[in-house]
């Protein structure tokens, strides 16, 4: 659709990839920006094609990756089901790499009051997320959610994002882990590397929680779990994981 696979058969090869690593459930995900223009009906086109090239082994959901402007803002309070997954409530939202809108809790309340659930996506990827640790936490307290991308758990996006990953882990703000898949090499869509290091550094349960149940969520519009003491555990010391 516009920065992730180029052909029909490129994508194909990226389902068939994401398949072979466990994926069960796939949500489709083109930008809504000042580059690329969203279109549903295009993109229920390009679905359809891709399921007839894969012939049901991977179920396909059509969602977005929702940039904060002005218009954007305007048309999904409008039009609250045009680019949530699977046409329900949650909505992935994807900063800006220059700048974080002062009033973004605002803006966050505004979608919500309209019946969508903001998803912030890849937080621990955005240099200037990064600095803002605090109102981060505030805005999932004010009902946001976070899903962190697989392969920053296991270090392909850099030192910084790994770290802000597990701070973000460490303080209960993390609801999901998606691949973020763009291509078959550098950015594949692959999920059974980040859910083995989650059983590995954390439990099986939260692997469950942040890479199953939450994400099956936001495909039927269920509620999603908020982690808690009880269900999000500690971090293992280095010396349990090792030994």
Same mark, same amino acid.
């Given at each position: 659709m516009d920065d992730g696979s180029k052909t029909l058969e490129q994508s194909i090869e990226m389902l068939k990839m994401a398949v072979a690593a466990g994926t069960t459930d796939l949500v489709c995900t083109p930008h809504a920006n000042s580059n690329y223009t969203f279109d549903p009906a295009v993109i229920h086109d390009r679905l359809r094609e891709l399921e007839a090239g894969i012939?049901? @082994?991977?179920? %396909?959901? @059509?969602?977005?990756?929702?940039? %904060?402007? /002005?218009?954007?803002? !305007?048309?999904a309070i409008t039009h609250p089901r045009k680019y949530t997954i699977n046409g329900n409530c949650y909505l992935l939202v994807e900063f800006s790499d220059l700048m974080i809108f002062r009033n973004t809790g605002e803006i966050f309340g505004r979608l919500q009051e309209a019946g969508m659930i903001p998803i912030i996506t890849h937080p621990e990827r955005n240099a200037l997320l990064q600095l803002r640790l605090e109102e981060i936490t505030q805005w999932v307290e004010e009902g946001a959610l976070l899903q962190v991308t697989g392969q920053s758990l296991t270090g392909d996006f850099g030192r910084k994002a790994a770290e802000f990953a597990r701070t973000l882990l460490d303080r209960r703000l993390v609801h999901f882990i998606a691949s973020d898949g763009h291509d078959l090499q550098h950015r594949p869509p692959k999920m059974d590397e980040a859910h083995a290091w989650l059983v590995k550094n954390y439990d099986e349960r939260l692997a469950s929680l942040l890479c199953v149940e939450n994400p099956r969520a936001t495909l039927s519009g269920d509620r999603v779990h908020l982690p808690g003491e009880d269900e999000? +555990?500690? +971090?293992?010391?280095? /010396? !349990?994981?090792?030994r």
């Open positions: 012939a049901g @082994a991977v179920k %396909l959901y @059509a969602g977005c990756d929702f940039h %904060l402007s /002005y218009d954007n803002i !305007q048309d999000y +555990p500690k +971090p293992k010391k280095w /010396y !349990q994981v090792w």
